[in-house]
């Protein structure tokens, strides 16, 4: 099976048919999706102007959409070295029970769903790289009261999510499935009671 850098030299090759190039575009999104794989490409393809079915977009288009999710996965990475380097360094100090950011850290291997995008066609309009440092840099600095991509206070929780965790606040304005520990105590209480009034609204 490919690995995500020998497809981006696929997409990069112009030796290669147009219709690959997509398509390795497309497969990179199976090694590295921050929104989900639907959520990523759609997004991609949004910013770059090509159409998700189109067979024979702009080259130059597509280079670009892989120069984005490249930077995307240069932070990610950075991200997890870290990540391991703090993980080695409180089993060191004997502390083996897994915190909170070791559980979203399980979900979100190998950068599949980082950032969540239950809705497809909702996500974050700034590029992936952005969306990401904006995350990481919440998960480092704790509990705040608003989404921490689009700082959005639009926050609802559904219980009816696609992909795990299943349930979870998500941010009607961007669209990410926002990980609960970035969220205070209240923030939560508040997009729980916001579901609640939905619920009553229906009935």
């Given at each position: 099976?490919?690995?995500?850098?020998?497809?981006?030299?696929q997409v990069?090759?112009?030796?290669?048919?147009?219709a690959?190039r997509?398509?390795?575009?497309?497969k990179?999104?199976?090694?590295?999706?921050?929104?989900?794989?639907r959520a990523?490409?759609?997004h991609?393809?949004s910013r770059?102007?090509?159409?998700?079915?189109?067979?024979?977009?702009?080259?130059?288009?597509?280079?670009?959409a892989?120069?984005?999710?490249?930077?995307?996965?240069?932070?990610?990475?950075?991200?997890?070295?870290?990540?391991?380097?703090?993980?080695?360094?409180?089993?060191?100090?004997?502390?083996?029970?897994?915190?909170?950011?070791?559980?979203?850290?399980?979900?979100?291997?190998?950068?599949?769903?980082?950032?969540?995008?239950d809705?497809?066609?909702?996500?974050p309009?700034?590029p992936?790289?952005?969306?990401?440092?904006?995350?990481?840099?919440?998960l480092?600095?704790?509990?705040?009261?608003h989404?921490?991509?689009?700082?959005?206070?639009?926050?609802?929780?559904?219980p009816?999510?696609?992909?795990?965790?299943?349930?979870?606040?998500v941010?009607?304005?961007?669209?990410v499935v926002?990980?609960?520990?970035?969220?205070?105590?209240?923030a939560?209480?508040?997009?729980?009671r916001?579901?609640?009034k939905?619920?009553a609204?229906?009935?």
């Open positions: 099976m490919a690995g995500f850098r020998s497809l981006a030299r990069r090759d112009p030796r290669c048919d147009l690959l997509r398509y390795s575009l497309r990179c999104l199976e090694r590295f999706a921050p929104y989900g794989h990523t490409w759609d991609l393809c770059h102007r090509f159409g998700p079915e189109d067979r024979e977009p702009d080259p130059a288009r597509l280079v670009a892989l120069d984005e999710l490249e930077e995307a996965r240069a932070v990610w990475l950075a991200y997890e070295e870290q990540f391991a380097a703090r993980r080695r360094r409180e089993k060191h100090d004997g502390l083996r029970r897994p915190g909170w950011i070791d559980d979203w850290h399980r979900r979100t291997w190998g950068g599949n769903g980082i950032a969540r995008c809705d497809p066609s909702l996500h309009t700034v992936l790289a952005e969306a990401l440092r904006r995350l990481i840099t919440a480092e600095a704790g509990p705040g009261e989404c921490p991509v689009c700082a959005g206070d639009a926050i609802v929780w559904r009816d999510l696609s992909n795990e965790p299943w349930f979870g606040p941010c009607t304005r961007c669209g926002v990980p609960q520990a970035v969220l205070t105590p209240e939560l209480a508040l997009a729980k916001g579901r609640r939905e619920l609204s229906v009935a």
